[in-house]
């Protein structure tokens, strides 16, 4: 009988210990630690340029990743977003083009991308119950499909468009209208998913379909707005790049919803539905930027980069998900 009890004192011991170990190993602390060795790599890495030069080139990742936060937490994925950005940007340019003011084309391509995200995937995935990787599978083919057919799989260029360039390169103070827009959204985000009863409903929705019906809450409704809100805020981010590049280009967004699920999952967002947070998300987009900028600095090759940061990713998901396990 004693043996029984030292043996199951033992393994709390034990499970304290590696819950107390895996605190110290989340995407905060990683962060934390990427950051330092970033900077002995290069002291560079610290100045206040570099970190402007930062935030700014991970705007775009940074405000898709707010709304892919949302559709992970409902349970569901968004393969669309990159295909999104490149649509919007294209939308944008072809109304000013056709002699449209700028302001009301932007209003136009947001309108737009919104009820395209609503009426596709959200429909689709929320209304008709299909399954979300092929539906955003699919979105995302037709999206990027009619880049190429409507540009012919030639950029086309945004110049003398002062509004759109303001957006992508304009500076409020010495801070970049990009990070800016940026800001602004992780706080109304964060606001709308915390505080008000349709942020919560996408929590019960996610974490439990079947007990959000029962409740009466209106899962076909809550699942359109989410994808809805991830087409607008890729539009969003499609329209920052269009100013920051002064072009479309088809490829443009290509592969750029694997890097924003990568930070949503980083920050801690189940792929399950029903947990995470955009502070979390936003610490996983800083990850990742941080990784990449301070690579970039060190002259790392850009082949070697992207294995680096692969493996990186990898690492820290898994460290992520054994805390989980663990805690």
């Known amino acids: 009988m004693d043996n029984v009890v030292v043996e199951q004192e ?32 290069n002291p560079s890495f610290l100045t206040a340029n570099n970190w402007i030069n930062l935030l700014n080139s991970i705007a775009a990742i940074w405000i898709m990743a707010m709304a892919m936060t949302l559709v992970l937490i409902s349970g569901g994925f968004d393969l ?16 000013v083009t056709a002699g449209v003011p700028e302001l009301v084309s932007i209003a136009i391509t947001l309108i ?39 540009t012919d799989g030639q950029t086309q260029y945004a110049e003398n468009l002062p509004i759109v360039s303001f957006l992508g390169n304009g500076s409020i103070g010495p801070v970049p209208v990009p990070i800016v827009l940026m800001a602004a959204i992780f706080v109304l985000t964060h606001l709308f998913l915390k505080y008000t009863q349709f942020g919560r409903a996408i929590y019960v929705v996610g974490g439990n379909l079947i007990a ?19 087409a607008l805020y890729a539009g969003i981010a499609g329209i920052i790049n269009t100013g920051k590049l002064a072009s479309v280009s088809p490829t443009i967004g290509s592969g750029m919803e694997l890097l924003v699920a990568a930070a949503v999952l980083l920050g801690g967002t189940s792929f399950k539905g029903g947990e995470g947070t955009v502070i979390g998300t936003t ?45």
């Open 10 to 41: 033992l393994q709390k011991r034990n499970h304290t210990i590696k819950k107390n170990a895996f605190k110290l190993v989340g995407i905060g602390p990683l962060l934390i630690l990427l950051c330092i060795i970033m900077t002995l790599m």
């Open 212 to 230: 959000a019906k029962l409740a009466g809450i209106k899962v076909s409704f809550i699942l359109i707005v989410v994808y809805g809100i991830s």
């Open 112 to 150: 737009a991308i919104l009820l395209l995200g609503m009426l596709t995937n959200g429909f689709l995935i929320g209304k008709l119950g299909l399954n979300f990787f092929v539906v955003t599978l699919g979105s995302m083919s037709l999206f990027r499909g009619a880049v190429y057919v409507w």
């Open 283 to 327: 610490l996983g987009v800083l990850f990742i930027g941080v990784l990449q900028n301070g690579l970039s600095l060190s002259g790392i090759s850009s082949y070697w980069q992207e294995v680096i940061t692969g493996v990186i990713l990898i690492f820290a998901i898994l460290l992520n998900y054994f805390k989980v396990k663990q805690v």
């Open 80 to 95: 669309s977003v990159g295909a999104t950005l490149a649509f919007s940007g294209l939308i944008l340019v072809n109304l």
